[in-house]
């Protein structure tokens, strides 16, 4: 699981240096890394939760 979160934080990062500009955010690489990284762990806290929670209702 650890490279496919390494893979998804990869993508975050290049997602964020290219869709911000499209809105008119400007960013810093050390700005993008560090979002990126926000929003792994948000992604994977969510992912196991659900999991969780669907784990006790089955």
Do not use: C, D
Request: charged fraction near 10%.
């Amino acid at each position: 699981m650890s490279l496919v979160e390494a893979v998804g934080y990869g993508i975050a990062v290049v997602t964020q240096i290219l869709i911000f500009p499209a809105f008119g955010l400007h960013t810093t690489l050390a700005q993008n890394l560090k979002m990126g990284a926000v929003f792994t762990v948000v992604s994977i806290a969510r992912s196991f939760t659900l999991r969780r929670l669907i784990e006790a209702i089955i």
